[in-house]
């Protein structure tokens, strides 16, 4: 298991590939692959044709239920807490992911 901030995510995957080959915001209907491509159906009716899926799409994940498909999830241990903070308090404080 790989337990990861989703920004650090997003970030990995844009310096890998770049800006623009990164799509977010997209809710997986279901897919098909084969030895070169992944063909994916949005929820939109969108198809997309890619090299590369990635399943970070929540604890009800449609990805990973049709990847696995050990059915519905487990608490695993983990919990996660997410705080916000204005413009003054994140200047003051180092806000920064850290580094590999």
Known sequence: MVALHRARLHAMLIDAVGLGVVRTSSHV???????????????????????????????HSNVRAQLIG??????????????????????????RLPSD
Do not use: I
């Open 29 to 59: 209907a279901s897919f098909e692959q084969d030895r070169a491509t992944v063909h994916v159906a949005l929820t939109d009716r969108q198809r997309v044709k890619t090299e590369l899926l990635v399943g970070a799409d929540g604890l």
């Open 70 to 95: 050990d059915g519905a999830p487990a608490y695993s241990g983990y919990t996660s807490w997410l705080a916000g903070y204005g413009k003054t308090a994140a200047r003051e404080t180092d806000c």
